[in-house]
């Protein structure tokens, strides 16, 4: 007789034990299942404002190339070490005039914008890869030696 108790005892628990975990495991998967995915809210920021490419340069390098631009390229922009779409439309003009870039004056340093920079850069400050539009580690390279020289270089940025 005990036996049977004790069998009848460790059946119900096992089955109350069985029963609360797939009560659990269904509520989870209902719970999940019935919630709303939640939407994020779409913020509207215009990217260009807060785009900058420094093509490797540190603030102080960009600096210098704004400082550069100011001074022989109308840029009319803060001197803060960030490459944005002033600097880079101040610098697309000087592509335009001296180093043969033919895109929009839009302040967005894309393949073309490269292209012409790697022309420059060609011309008297290491750079010695192909002219891609790829602004890769050789680009990289002789944009910071453009950096070093920016505030003497002539308007330019001819040696």
Do not use: C
């Not at 005990?2 to 989870?28: E, F, K, P, Q």
């Not at 400050?125 to 580690?137: E, K, L, N, Q, T």
């Amino acid at each position: 007789m005990r036996s049977s108790i004790l069998t009848r005892t460790l059946v119900s628990a096992v089955t109350v034990v069985g029963i609360a975990a797939g009560s659990l495991a269904s509520a989870g998967t209902g719970f999940a299942a019935s919630e709303p995915v939640a939407k994020q809210a779409a913020v509207s920021v215009d990217a260009g404002t807060l785009a900058t490419n420094n093509f490797g340069l540190t603030a102080t390098q960009a600096k210098r190339v704004q400082v550069w631009l100011k001074k022989h390229h109308g840029y009319r922009g803060a001197i803060d070490g960030k490459l944005g779409d002033g600097s880079w439309k101040s610098f697309q003009k000087a592509l335009k005039r001296y180093h043969g870039y033919a895109g929009a004056i839009d302040g967005k340093p894309g393949k073309n914008t490269v292209k012409a920079l790697q022309r420059l850069l060609k011309k008297g400050y290491g750079y010695r890869g192909a002219i891609d539009g790829v602004a890769g580690s050789g680009t990289k390279t002789a944009f910071k030696k453009f950096a070093a020289a920016a505030p003497n270089a002539k308007p330019t940025g001819l040696r």
